[in-house]
């Protein structure tokens, strides 16, 4: 589970996104937005879009076997 939350101390929780599941049960992906979030909902959709693309990509590249940190794609290992 991902969570948006405000900085401030009582880190009140604004969304929350929580992954698609297929083991045992067939749960689809849901983000949860809070009252509070409501003003920049566009904002809050938008980011975590492109979160879960940015991973998808992340956990493509793994099972390829690019790995990677995620910092850059890696290179292309150099050489002529």
Known sequence: ???LVTTDEKKS???????????????????EVQPAGMDMLDYIVL????AENKRRERE???K?????????????GGGD
């Open 1 to 3: 589970m991902t969570k």
């Open 13 to 31: 929780v604004i969304a929350e996104y929580h992954r698609a599941r297929h083991f045992m049960r067939r749960e689809k992906p849901l983000l």
């Open 47 to 50: 980011t975590f879009v492109f």
């Open 60 to 62: 493509t590249r793994m």
């Open 64 to 76: 390829a076997g690019k790995g990677g940190g995620g910092g850059g794609g890696g290179g292309d």
